[in-house]
């Protein structure tokens, strides 16, 4: 069985740190690549600038997105994943803060598999994690980035 990657963009730190341990400790064990920026999460995905030796759309396996980024937003990130072809069908969770109906809207108009507010309370958000990357990494099948190419 293939090891699936998760892509964490996450500009906050102390949120990064926060979801990598709650991760580790609900025992999943995947890798991890961080982007800080929404253009550094493009330039991965795309083999782009830092990244230019390889697809990093035929490693991941699952997206978490913050929506509030530097550089590039969270929103035009996900409009640009979905409208490529080798990565419009990697699933995307959008996980913020925000609860704002607008960026729920926007989020699965431009086509979030998922929005997920963080929870404020540390024991639910460990929670949240685990039901996530059980879903999203246990029982989800994704489309191999192999038949995306012909």
């Not at 795309?46 to 035929?58: K, L, P, S, T, V």
């Not at 109906?101 to 958000?125: I, T």
Request: overall charge negative; proline content about 4%.
């Amino acid at each position: 069985m293939e090891r699936k990657t998760i892509l964490l963009v996450e500009d906050n730190p102390d949120d990064e740190a926060l979801m990598i341990r709650a991760l580790k400790k609900n025992n999943i064990a995947n890798d991890i690549i961080i982007a800080h920026d929404g253009v550094e999460a493009l330039d991965f995905l795309f083999g782009r600038e830092n990244f230019a030796d390889g697809d990093g759309q035929d490693l991941v396996q699952l997206i978490l997105l913050d929506l509030k980024l530097p550089k590039l937003d969270g929103l035009e990130v996900l409009r640009r994943i979905r409208a490529d072809e080798r990565t419009k069908f990697i699933p995307v969770v959008v996980l913020t803060t925000s609860s704002e109906q607008r960026d729920l809207v926007e989020s699965y108009h431009f086509g979030a598999n998922s929005y997920v507010q963080k929870p404020v309370d540390f024991n639910e958000f460990m929670d949240a994690t685990r039901q996530l990357g059980t879903y999203w990494l246990v029982f989800n099948r994704v489309v191999p980035p192999a038949t995306l190419r012909r």
